[in-house]
């Protein structure tokens, strides 16, 4: 049978870290390995709140604004991971994977136990991994972007035709150069056309090229971006707003790998790649007429979906530290810490222009801050107004946890249900109650009053 010191021994001989917490979030036992990570003596840990010591991490931020530890929510055996980097009182960033472990609940003193591992090599692993297969400016560890990631690498090898689909501002040319340079093509040329940009009859001269002569102003002959992309990659850049006039010469490059320069009647060989990319609906352009069907098939050979980034909220924070790095270095300033509480209100934002919109949002920020921390209110207008949502309470024993977050009530009736509900979980405590509903105990009161039939409930 194990004694307490047998037990601290081999907590000690382990490599993972691990923390004993109580149902206040305060760590009441700590091993050798946590220490070390964490770079604190154990009695620096013991009886600080677990938040307090993974200060601005995602984890303590969703543990702080939920009010308990979001990694024992699930009672299945279901692990829930967290991958965070942790800056150490000593100067040092350490890679940190942790996960809970909760404790039978006849442990009096105990709730759960947080266990650590040391990922900083595998980081630095993954970075090297990352130079290899030349991601480029892609950023992102959420599954989203985990899934991108292996699709570019295997449509690379590819020489079939890739459609690039998402959201204006999510990326797609970033996506195009990752299959350029990890295909074996990398060596050739990589030639981006921006359709959109052009009118009709430019475009075409600026596709396929065009002869001495074949038009006003045309004094010499020139060679289009078919012909300057022979051997590598040509991106068609929104691809959905070509005319139909050149739609039609499109397809005849896909289906005969041979280009006619205007003014000529002769064909020209080229050994292109062709990537496609998109924010438009092409399947509904087809169904509308407005696209051709047989253009869209050789095109959508491939399809690869670049997520939005509101379905992608856990790389914001990644996102922004990277942009804003950039963006300090534009400026040839050091570049400020996001405090988390920015962190928390831009990841609020549903960001309907995307990277695109998240990077002017730090510029703007960084054109606003004097200090060395970006707040709040550093933020453009719309992004630091948002409301903030309300934390779901913790789940009562016996029932299913609820999951993410319930915005303000939208009437009257909503709210008092919820009151009641929140007065339920907290056993009628009305310091609670009012904590979890964000809301003051004057308004609690003033609410109970209002609707309570019994008017002594909003007095006890």
Not at 26 to 40: M, T
Not at 394 to 419: F, K, Q, S, V
Not at 430 to 447: C, D, N, Q
């Amino acid at each position: 049978m194990f004694t307490l010191s047998t037990l601290s021994r081999f907590l000690d001989s382990l490599e993972e870290g691990v923390l004993f917490l109580d149902r206040g979030r305060r760590v009441v036992a700590i091993n050798e390995a946590a220490g070390e990570l964490l770079g604190r003596d154990r009695d620096e840990v013991l009886s600080r709140l677990c938040p307090s010591i993974f200060a601005d991490t995602a984890c303590a931020r969703a543990c702080e604004a939920r009010g308990h530890c979001t990694l024992s929510e699930s009672r299945t055996s279901t692990r829930q991971l967290q991958d965070i980097s942790l800056a150490r009182p000593d100067g040092l960033s350490v890679h940190l994977r942790m996960w809970s472990l909760l404790l039978p609940p006849n442990q009096a003193d105990l709730y759960c136990a947080i266990i650590l591992r040391d990922r900083s090599r595998e980081v630095e692993l993954e970075g090297e991994v990352r130079e290899r297969l030349r991601l480029g400016g892609i950023v992102g560890h959420s599954p989203a972007m985990q899934a991108l990631y292996e699709k570019i690498l295997r449509a690379a090898v590819s020489e079939a035709t890739v459609l690039v689909l998402g959201e204006s501002g999510t990326g797609k040319e970033l996506v195009a150069r990752a299959l350029h340079d990890n295909s074996s093509r990398s060596s050739g040329p990589y030639i981006a056309v921006h359709c959109a940009a052009l009118p009709e009859n430019l475009l075409e001269a600026e596709l396929f090229g065009h002869a001495r002569g074949a038009f006003t102003g045309a004094a010499t002959a020139r060679a289009g971006r078919f012909e300057a992309a022979h051997g590598g990659t040509l991106l068609l850049d929104e691809i959905g707003e070509i005319p139909p006039s050149i739609q039609v010469k499109l397809l005849r490059v896909l289906q005969e790998r041979e280009i006619v320069r205007l003014g000529e009647n002769h064909a020209r060989p080229v050994d292109v790649r062709v990537l496609a990319a998109t924010h438009r609906d092409l399947a509904g352009m087809v169904r509308r007429g407005e696209f051709r069907e047989d253009l869209y098939y050789r095109l959508c050979v491939l399809p690869l979906e670049v997520p939005a980034l509101r379905e992608r909220r856990e790389d914001i924070a990644m996102l922004a530290t990277r942009l804003l790095e950039e963006a300090a270095r534009n400026y040839k300033r050091k570049p400020p810490q996001l405090a988390h509480e920015t962190v928390l209100q831009l990841e609020r934002s549903d960001w309907p222009g995307n990277v695109r919109q998240l990077a002017n949002a730090i510029e703007y920020a960084l054109v606003h801050c004097d200090g060395g921390r970006i707040l709040p209110h550093h933020l453009p207008p719309d992004i630091a107004h948002l409301a903030p949502e309300i934390p779901a309470p913790p789940h009562p024993p016996g029932t299913a946890p609820l999951t993410g977050y319930y915005r303000t009530p939208a009437n009257d009736e909503d709210e008092w249900a919820l009151i009641q509900q929140t007065l339920h979980e907290t056993g009628g405590n009305k310091a609670e109650a009012a904590r979890r509903l964000g809301m003051s105990r004057t308004t609690l009161w003033k609410r109970l009053r209002q609707n309570a039939p019994d008017k002594r409930l909003a007095d006890n």
